[in-house]
């Protein structure tokens, strides 16, 4: 765990409560994804309000891939023009691979769900991380080259090698998936990373963190915590 002995949903809990007042986040959800939505909810943050806009690829894929990232790209200007009336205090692409993959010009301002992952674990003071993804083998050693990028040690990842269907993986393959990590390299980390947020993980965060001893860090959680710490005022 960091310094103070947090797990992720201690820590988001703890700013949440220290909240001094309301913000509202604007949600960019790629228009297959349900995980976000049923996820957030769950986390029962007291002092965030998500609001929701669905980006539908001109090519209606739903597979992580180049089109889909472009897609992306280009909705984005109408879905944040939809919140236009909505009075935001920050706004996130909830797509995680969107963030790593290139090519992608976002409105001015707008964050993806792979800025507030790399802004979750600065916070949680890991610097040393092992990942695992529900992503093809490319994608998921993408991400990994952009977490060094960033400052990180990716000292091991592994993926399930799937370009759709994410929120279908069952919480068990999950867990399973993260045996297949070099067991030193588990052992040695500051934090486990589950990226993605079409996946459903928020089930095994709790029990992964008192079994490993160490905070679990997923992209749906990254997104409550960055609104947790807009709440506390540690993020101007």
Same mark, same amino acid.
């Given at each position: 765990?960091?310094?103070?002995? /947090? ?5 988001? &809990?703890?700013?949440? &409560? ?23 909810? @769950?986390?029962? =943050? ?8 669905? %980006? !539908? ?7 992580? /891939? ?54 979750? %674990?600065?916070?949680?003071?890991? @610097? ?25 040690? !990716? ?19 999950? &867990? &399973?998936?993260?045996? /297949? ?11 486990? !990373? ?17 079994? %490993? ?7 749906? =959680? ?15």
């Amino acid at each position: 765990m960091n310094r103070r002995g /947090d797990g992720s949903l201690d820590l988001i &809990r703890r700013l949440d &409560r220290g909240g001094r007042g309301k913000v509202r986040v604007g949600l960019l959800l790629p228009w297959a994804n349900v995980a976000v939505e049923e996820e957030l909810p @769950r986390i029962g =943050l007291r002092n965030a309000v998500f609001h929701h806009a669905r %980006l !539908v690829p001109s090519s209606r894929a739903t597979a992580v /891939d180049a089109s889909f990232w472009h897609g992306l790209r280009d909705a984005a200007a109408g879905a944040v023009g939809s919140l236009v009336h909505v009075p935001l205090d920050s706004v996130v692409l909830a797509c995680t691979s969107a963030g790593f993959t290139g090519g992608l010009s976002l409105p001015a301002g707008t964050l993806t769900a792979f800025d507030v992952l790399v802004d979750g %674990l600065r916070t949680l003071g890991a @610097r040393r991380v092992v990942l695992a993804t529900p992503y093809p083998d490319r994608v998921t050693l993408s991400e990994a080259t952009a977490l060094r990028a960033a400052g990180f040690t !990716v000292l091991a990842h592994v993926g399930l090698g799937l370009d759709d269907g994410y929120a279908d993986v069952p919480s068990r393959v999950v &867990r &399973r998936l993260l045996r /297949d990590l070099p067991a030193g390299s588990m052992g040695a980390a500051d934090a486990v !990373v589950l990226s993605c947020t079409g996946w459903h993980t928020l089930s095994c965060v709790e029990p992964l963190e008192r079994e %490993l001893g160490k905070p679990v860090v997923s992209s749906n =959680l990254a997104i409550a915590l960055h609104a947790a710490r807009l709440s506390a005022g540690a993020i101007a």
